[in-house]
Nanobody, 119 residues
C-alpha cells in the first residue's frame, strides 16, 4: 500500500521560509516522478514543482522554491523561500510512474498540509 505523508507546514510571515517534507512508503521512489501541488482558497489544484533527475517549477514559484529528493530515504522536499500571501494553500505531495510532470494526473497523493503566509 502506497502512502505519502506531508509534514512541515504551518504559519509563516511574508518573506519567510518553510520546508515541506514528504515521506513515501510502499513504492520505490527512485522509479517515480515526484511532485508538489497546491490548492489555494477558491482555486483548483495547481502544479508547483516536480522532480525527476532535475527540477521543474511553476512560473509563480521559480527562483523562490526548490524541490529535492532523497531516494535512499524515500523523502521528497520543498524548500520555500521569500514566501508571499498568495502561497497560502494546502500543499500536496504526489507520485507517478510516467507522463508530463506538470499534468495533475498523478497515481498517488498525500493527504495535504496547510501552509499559511501572513501579510
Amino acid at each position: 500500500q502506497v502512502e505519502l505523508v506531508e509534514s512541515g507546514g504551518g504559519l509563516v510571515q511574508t518573506g519567510g521560509s518553510l520546508r515541506l517534507s514528504c515521506a513515501a512508503s510502499g513504492l520505490t521512489m527512485s522509479r517515480y516522478i515526484m511532485g508538489w501541488f497546491r490548492q489555494r482558497p477558491g482555486y483548483e489544484r495547481e502544479f508547483v514543482a516536480a522532480i525527476t533527475a532535475k527540477g521543474y517549477y511553476a512560473d509563480s514559484v521559480k527562483g523562490r522554491f526548490t524541490i529535492s529528493r532523497d531516494n535512499d530515504k524515500d523523502m521528497l522536499y520543498l524548500e520555500m523561500n521569500s514566501m508571499k500571501p498568495e502561497d497560502t494553500a494546502v500543499y500536496y505531495c504526489a507520485a507517478k510512474s510516467r507522463g508530463v510532470v506538470q499534468a495533475p494526473h498523478y497515481d498517488y497523493w498525500g493527504q495535504g498540509i496547510q501552509v499559511t503566509v501572513s501579510s
